[in-house]
C-alpha cells in the first residue's frame, strides 16, 4: 500500500513540475513577440512623428510622447527590410535627443533624454 502511495506521489509532482515549467515556457515565448517584430520601412524626408504612426500601422506597437516635442518634427530618411522594431528605433533616435522605453502590451513612451 505504501509503495502506491509513493508511486502515485511522484506522479502528482512530475506533473506539476510539467506544468509549471510549460508556464515559463509559455510566458517567455509571448514577451519575445514584441521584440522580434519586424517591419519594413522607406522613407525620405519624412517626419519622424509620421514614421512612428507608420510603425503603429505595420505593428502591434503604438506609441505615447508629448506632441509639443520639436524632435519629432525633424525629418528623416531610411530605408529598411525586415528589419526589427527596436533596432528601427535605435536608429530613428540617434542624436536626436529622444529615448524609449516598451511595455510588455506593445506600448512604446517616447521621452527626452
Do not use: C, P
Not at 82 to 99: S, Y
Amino acid at each position: 500500500m505504501r509503495n502506491g502511495y509513493i508511486v502515485h506521489f511522484r506522479f502528482i509532482i512530475r506533473m506539476k513540475l510539467t506544468l509549471i515549467m510549460s508556464a515559463f515556457v509559455v510566458m517567455n515565448v509571448s514577451a519575445n513577440v514584441y521584440s522580434q517584430q519586424k517591419v519594413s520601412l522607406d522613407v525620405q524626408k519624412t517626419k519622424l512623428s509620421r514614421v512612428l504612426k507608420m510603425i503603429e500601422e505595420k505593428s502591434d506597437y503604438y506609441f505615447v510622447y508629448g506632441s509639443s516635442n520639436d524632435n519629432l518634427n525633424k525629418e528623416v530618411s531610411m530605408q529598411v527590410e525586415n528589419g526589427r522594431v527596436t533596432d528601427i528605433l535605435a536608429k530613428l533616435f540617434n542624436k536626436t535627443g529622444l529615448t524609449y522605453s516598451i511595455s510588455n502590451e506593445g506600448l512604446v513612451v517616447v521621452s527626452q533624454q
